[in-house]
């Protein structure tokens, strides 16, 4: 594209100053500038930031009466669930893997910048005896349900694993499960995708370059999950595949219990199109949002949104009235994800004020020390409202929840924090299995071994350990994997 070309559209768009530095740029940098403002639809991009500043501008005025917390009948905790019907939910889970219709959203777009790390987030150690990363935690966890939906079938069946990345994470991701080999997992059944990115502006709507070559921009968000599914043809794999049911979650939860058999049993039973796992809240100002309804659509509320009042009401049996807290942690049917990314266009655009680093009108570069202008992102919640059938299912926080997002000077949702919550976990049970474990014993289980518990016994049970760090594995693994010892 020509110079007057492009300036040509740019100005019908109110964003020529984004070629003002074309006269010193050299080939190669026009290059790169022209296909960067080629992909963007100028008319879109314009509507969508002054469709993002409408929304900010709309004060949710939520009276208490128009929020409702998720009723009964759409709302079942594990906690409150028979063994039966938990293994009832767990056997449909089963057949439906081992017929192939399960697979896993990974949503792994996150650079760890928070954590200090400069990698994907899913390469993160958080120190554990075995020093795997979450990537390698969650692999080994679908070859493990992999193998018990086989076991308790008879059938051998694949979960696909779409993992999406952004634009700084997809290399390095593919490249680390490449030289990993995909973690025992097939190749063919790990499909890496991209999520989009937006531009980011300053409060006019202007575009910020942040080289002169190179516009500012920043990925849309976990909700952009949908429109990348379309765009990059996962949609067609999925439907390729005979895949029906989806579960997403985030990297970042060292406890998720991927393509949970009995999550995927409960919404497979209960016909649902989107669900999602919650934990309760620990206190009324916990700072989580909450999934509830409002004006009759299922939302997640958050909590900044909640009144003091709606916060801390509370049910006749004493528990909190809107108790479901957001994890991240979604069932979707693909029936549904396919009429969702149809119309993702009109989900609400989410606006962050924020330090953009960007070039200035005498062509240098700044970085500002206040907020200067928007990034705007897309929530994966933000569908829920869509649902004709929306459930949920209340999870044990100790048993299925503890993020990774900070660094260990945060002393909250850190490595120290994940590390300590899946030690904690793997001694319950080590107990419930027999064995003999004081709360000062490392014992980390393999998730080859042990995908919740069970499978334990034959080894632990009247076990007392005493060996700390110490790393229980599964005889298919192999000794060279950096551990403390066998067992």
Known sequence: MSYESLKERLTAHGQEHLV?????????????LAAEI????????????YRAMESTKVILEKSDDDLKPIPQSHYESVSGLSEDKIEEYESI??????????????????????????????M??????????????????????????AESTGKEGKITWYIMTSEHTMGPTAEYFKSHSFFGLNQEDVVFFE???LPCFDFDGKIFLDEKYHLSSAPDGNGGLYR?????????????????????HSVDNILIKVADPVFIGYCKSKNADCAAKVVRKSTPSEPVGVVCRVNGHYKVVE?????????ERRNPDGRLTFCAGNICNHYFSSDFLTKICDYETKLKLHVAKKKIPYVDCDGIRQKPSEPNGIKMEKFIFDVFE??????????????????????DAAKKDCPSTAREDLLRLHRKYIREAGGVIADNIDVEISPLLSYGGENLEDLVKNEVFTITPFHLKSIYESATNGVNGNH
Request: proline share 2%; with cysteine.
């Open 20 to 32: 003002k530095y074309w006269p010193e740029l050299s080939e190669n940098e026009r290059e790169q």
């Open 228 to 248: 990348a599914l379309k765009n990059q043809g996962v949609l067609e794999d999925i439907k390729r595949r005979g895949v029906q049911h989806l579960h997403a």
């Open 303 to 311: 909590y900044s949104e909640l009144t003091d009042e709606a916060a």
């Open 195 to 197: 999520q989009g990115t």
């Open 386 to 407: 869509f649902a004709e059938k929306f459930i949920c299912l209340e999870v044990a926080r100790d048993v299925e929840f503890s993020a990774l997002k900070n660094a």
């Open 124 to 149: 993160y150690n958080v120190g554990l005896p075995s020093k795997k990363t979450l990537f390698q935690i969650q692999a080994e966890r679908i070859v493990r349900v992999q193998n018990m939906a």
């Open 38 to 49: 080629g992909k963007l639809d100028m008319a879109e991009i314009n509507a969508l930031f």
């Open 93 to 122: 889970g089963f057949k439906e893997i081992a017929d192939g219709k399960v697979g896993v959203l990974l949503l792994a777009g996150g650079q760890a910048t928070r954590l200090g790390f400069g990698h994907p987030k899913g």
